[in-house]
């Protein structure tokens, strides 16, 4: 099970962060992303982690302002959003994927196998 947390309304160039607990399975084996989704719009990747946490990709529109991290002792997936924008403004959700090996690399929603529910964020003045 996943869930995501931290959602909330900021405004423009303000940071959030979202966490997403995982239970029911062992955190390490799984390659981890966000995808987000807004309203008349196609759910999109927006950040990926890998199993061991060393190989990280992001979505060209939240490349240098988004961090994704995984703590795997705590079994949490992280999104540190900064400088954020109305356009990053969705409903954002955390996914996970089992059986892979740790250069794997997803960027499709279609990859994941394990999705939470999402946390909306909003971004406004």
């Known amino acids: 099970q996943l869930q995501a947390s931290g959602g909330g309304l900021v405004q423009p160039g303000g940071s959030l962060r979202l966490s997403c607990e995982a239970s029911g399975g062992t955190f390490r084996n799984y390659a981890m992303g966000w995808f987000r989704q807004a309203p008349r719009k196609e759910r999109e990747f927006v950040a990926f982690?890998?199993?061991?946490?060393?190989?990280?990709t992001y979505s060209d529109s939240v490349k240098g302002r988004f961090t994704i991290s995984k703590d795997n002792a705590q079994s949490t997936l992280y999104l540190q959003m900064n400088s954020l924008k109305p356009e990053d403004a969705a409903v954002y959700y955390c996914?996970?994927?089992?059986?892979?090996?740790?250069?794997?690399?997803?960027?499709?929603?279609?990859?994941?196998?394990?999705w939470g529910k999402g946390t909306q964020v909003t971004v406004s003045s």
């Open positions: 996914a996970a994927r089992s059986g892979v090996i740790s250069s794997t690399i997803i960027r499709s929603a279609n990859d994941m196998n394990y």
């Open positions: 982690i890998s199993r061991n946490g060393r190989i990280t």
